[in-house]
């Protein structure tokens, strides 16, 4: 088969891939948006349940602390299902073409969330409700699992090489859409009455997700196919194996991918779910309070719609690796004066640390990653090794970082030091990373080959 591929290469055409349809461009970028809104408004809504609500809703007989560590786990669960759906998608995304993908994610994503909001807790349904839940949130997972991957190779596959770094961390700004929208929410919704937030409040935030999913699916049923994907199509080179090609021809690359996220969606977990958690903890300074972490996630992702665009725009002038080099050098240096800084009782503080660790450390590793992820990779399999890249990062940092650190927390009195070297190391893996990372800013996305 990869002499076949060989043997039907396409040849780089710069200046068919300078000729932009700006009409698809914007139908692309928005459609991408929207789909990373609902998905990070889901990601917010659960894991800010996960750290303050669910443990009495479905896993009261467990203790506060036992019930904490079992909603970390179910929320990790999601994370272990995407590597999955990211091999099923990005075989379909690569064999069959990228649009029919972001249809099928954002409906499972969708209707598994707001499935959530209908759920019997322990105290209707006995352990029902944590199966049930158990259950959704693999769904979530599976769909999850190839929508950033969709929405980052769709939006590098049609934007200008030349300002490609600028469109494709254009969609992410739809993650702190979703983060405005699922952290404004539980800020609001953290302030009503304990009896009436546990009774039926805490289903309206997932509830509230089936508008994001019809505004997604219209504007993805108007979408056209990549003009990469029709090259592709064009002279047969769609791959009958995306995952067996990836796997003989691209290992490097996606262990370089993984080994970049590892910093990036590792710290961004530690400050917008593992943080809120510890900050309401029993015993901590701020203990019982459930509005301040959603409040300082409402004001981080504010700063951070901007600086996902600036810093992907900065790495086309610049270069991804470079941009990419020293956002996980900061985000390792700010690591153990940031978790110190929150144990000191200052509201304000607090904010300013998260507005920090997630503004300018997490997005000065996003904002190049949206283009260098689609750019490491041949076209034929483009969109399984950017969904594997994703994925495997995500359970190995993202998915088990609540879990972990909960547990962490708990062997240690709640120590503001074991989150602080967790987020250092974290971030450490990635800074090595880029010294084993191609550059790959403007590079030719219709080549098979990989960079």
């Given at each position: 088969?990869?002499?076949?591929?060989?043997?039907?290469?396409?040849?780089?055409?710069?200046?068919?891939?300078?000729?932009?349809?700006?009409?698809?461009?914007?139908?692309?970028?928005?459609?991408?948006?929207?789909?990373?809104?609902?998905?990070?408004?889901?990601?917010?809504?659960?894991?800010?349940?996960?750290?303050?609500?669910?443990s009495?809703?479905?896993?009261?007989?467990?203790?506060?602390?036992?019930?904490?560590?079992a909603?970390?786990?179910?929320?990790?669960?999601?994370?272990?299902?995407?590597?999955?759906?990211?091999?099923?998608?990005?075989?379909?995304?690569?064999?069959?073409?990228?649009?029919?993908?972001?249809?099928?994610?954002?409906?499972?994503?969708?209707?598994?969330?707001?499935?959530?909001?209908?759920?019997?807790?322990?105290?209707?349904?006995?352990?029902?409700?944590?199966?049930?839940?158990?259950?959704?949130?693999?769904?979530?997972?599976l769909?999850?699992?190839?929508?950033?991957?969709?929405?980052?190779t769709?939006?590098?596959?049609?934007?200008?090489?030349?300002?490609?770094?600028?469109?494709?961390?254009?969609?992410?700004?739809?993650?702190?859409?979703?983060?405005?929208?699922?952290?404004?929410?539980?800020?609001?919704?953290?302030?009503?009455?304990?009896?009436?937030?546990?009774?039926?409040?805490?289903?309206?935030?997932?509830?509230?997700?089936?508008?994001?999913?019809?505004?997604?699916?219209?504007?993805?049923?108007?979408?056209?196919?990549?003009?990469?994907?029709?090259?592709?199509?064009?002279?047969?080179?769609?791959?009958?194996?995306?995952i067996?090609?990836?796997w003989?021809?691209?290992?490097?690359?996606?262990?370089?991918?993984?080994?970049?996220?590892?910093?990036?969606?590792?710290?961004?977990?530690?400050?917008?779910?593992?943080?809120?958690?510890?900050?309401?903890?029993?015993?901590?300074?701020?203990?019982?309070?459930?509005?301040?972490?959603?409040?300082?996630?409402?004001?981080?992702?504010?700063?951070?719609?901007?600086?996902?665009?600036?810093?992907?725009?900065?790495?086309?002038?610049?270069?991804?690796?470079?941009?990419?080099?020293?956002?996980?050098?900061?985000?390792?240096?700010?690591?153990?004066p940031?978790?110190?800084?929150?144990?000191?009782?200052n509201?304000?503080?607090?904010?300013?640390?998260?507005?920090?660790?997630?503004?300018?450390?997490?997005?000065s590793?996003?904002g190049?990653?949206?283009?260098?992820?689609?750019?490491?990779?041949?076209?034929?399999?483009?969109?399984?090794?950017?969904?594997?890249?994703?994925?495997?990062?995500?359970?190995?940092?993202?998915?088990?970082?609540?879990?972990?650190?909960?547990?962490?927390?708990?062997?240690?009195?709640?120590?503001?030091?074991?989150?602080?070297?967790?987020?250092?190391?974290?971030?450490?893996?990635?800074?090595i990373?880029?010294?084993?990372?191609?550059?790959?800013?403007?590079?030719?996305?219709?080549?098979?080959?990989?960079?």
């Amino acid at each position: 088969m990869s002499q076949h591929l060989k043997r039907r290469t396409v040849a780089p055409n710069p200046a068919a891939d300078a000729v932009v349809d700006p009409d698809q461009l914007r139908r692309a970028t928005l459609a991408s948006s929207v789909g990373s809104a609902l998905e990070y408004y889901d990601f917010y809504i659960y894991g800010l349940a996960s750290a303050l609500i669910f443990s009495p809703l479905f896993f009261s007989p467990l203790g506060p602390t036992g019930g904490l560590i079992a909603a970390f786990a179910t929320y990790g669960v999601g994370f272990a299902a995407r590597p999955f759906g990211g091999l099923i998608f990005g075989y379909i995304g690569d064999k069959f073409g990228r649009k029919s993908v972001l249809l099928l994610t954002i409906s499972m994503m969708g209707a598994a969330s707001f499935a959530i909001g209908l759920l019997p807790t322990y105290s209707q349904a006995g352990m029902l409700g944590a199966i049930l839940l158990v259950v959704l949130r693999i769904i979530q997972g599976l769909g999850a699992g190839a929508e950033q991957a969709g929405a980052t190779t769709l939006i590098s596959e049609v934007a200008p090489p030349r300002r490609r770094g600028f469109f494709a961390a254009l969609p992410f700004v739809g993650i702190q859409i979703g983060t405005l929208l699922g952290a404004g929410t539980f800020a609001l919704i953290a302030l009503a009455n304990k009896d009436v937030l546990e009774g039926w409040l805490w289903r309206v935030p997932f509830l509230a997700s089936f508008v994001l999913i019809g505004v997604a699916i219209f504007i993805r049923l108007r979408l056209k196919e990549t003009p990469v994907f029709q090259e592709l199509e064009k002279h047969k080179n769609v791959t009958r194996n995306p995952i067996g090609h990836l796997w003989k021809t691209s290992k490097k690359n996606v262990l370089i991918g993984i080994g970049l996220r590892m910093g990036e969606n590792g710290n961004s977990t530690i400050y917008s779910t593992l943080l809120v958690g510890f900050l309401a903890s029993a015993g901590g300074v701020f203990e019982g309070n459930k509005f301040i972490g959603p409040t300082g996630l409402l004001i981080a992702a504010g700063f951070s719609a901007v600086m996902v665009v600036t810093f992907g725009a900065l790495s086309d002038r610049i270069g991804r690796v470079k941009v990419y080099r020293y956002g996980a050098l900061f985000q390792a240096l700010f690591a153990l004066p940031a978790f110190y800084l929150v144990t000191l009782g200052n509201v304000t503080l607090v904010w300013v640390v998260m507005s920090i660790g997630i503004a300018l450390g997490v997005q000065s590793m996003l904002g190049p990653q949206c283009a260098l992820l689609p750019e490491l990779f041949g076209s034929s399999h483009r969109f399984t090794g950017v969904a594997m890249s994703r994925e495997l990062s995500a359970v190995m940092a993202g998915g088990i970082a609540p879990f972990v650190g909960a547990l962490l927390l708990g062997m240690t009195g709640n120590s503001w030091l074991v989150l602080g070297i967790y987020s250092l190391v974290l971030a450490t893996i990635s800074f090595i990373a880029t010294f084993f990372t191609p550059e790959t800013a403007g590079r030719d996305l219709m080549s098979i080959e990989n960079a």
